[in-house]
Nanobody
C-alpha cells in the first residue's frame, strides 16, 4: 500500500519561503512520478507540479511557475517543494501524490490519492 507523509508547512509572511517534504513508502519510488497539489477550503484542487523519476522532467502550474521548485532524492524516497515569494493566495493544504502522468506541459495525477497534507498559511 502506497503511503506518503507530508511535512514542512507552517505560517509565513508574504514574500517568505517554505520547503515542503514528502516521504513515500510502499512503491518503487525511483521509478515513480511524484507531484504536489493543493486545496484551499471551498476551492477546487490545483495540481501544482510534478517530476519524473529521473528529475529531468518537471511541470509547474502557471500560478507557481518561477516561485516554486520541485525536486526529489530517490535515495531517501523523498520529494520536495521549495516555495519562495509566497503570497496569501498560496494558503492551502498541500498534498503529495504518487503516480499519474507528467510532462513539461501537463500533469495528470490520480484523483483518489492523497496523504494527510500539510497546512501552509501565508499572512499579508
Amino acid at each position: 500500500q502506497v503511503r506518503v507523509v507530508e511535512s514542512g508547512g507552517g505560517l509565513v509572511q508574504a514574500g517568505g519561503s517554505l520547503r515542503l517534504s514528502c516521504t513515500a513508502s510502499g512503491l518503487t519510488f525511483d521509478r515513480s512520478i511524484m507531484g504536489w497539489f493543493r486545496q484551499a477550503p471551498g476551492e477546487e484542487r490545483e495540481d501544482l507540479s510534478c517530476i519524473d523519476w529521473s528529475g529531468q522532467i518537471t511541470y509547474y502550474k502557471d500560478s507557481v511557475k518561477g516561485r516554486f521548485s520541485i525536486s526529489r532524492d530517490n535515495a531517501k524516497n523523498t520529494l520536495y517543494l521549495q516555495m519562495n515569494s509566497l503570497k496569501p493566495e498560496d494558503t492551502a493544504i498541500y498534498y503529495c501524490v504518487a503516480g499519474g502522468s507528467c510532462s513539461s506541459f501537463t500533469y495528470s495525477p490520480p484523483r483518489n490519492f492523497r496523504g494527510q497534507g500539510t497546512q501552509v498559511t501565508v499572512s499579508s
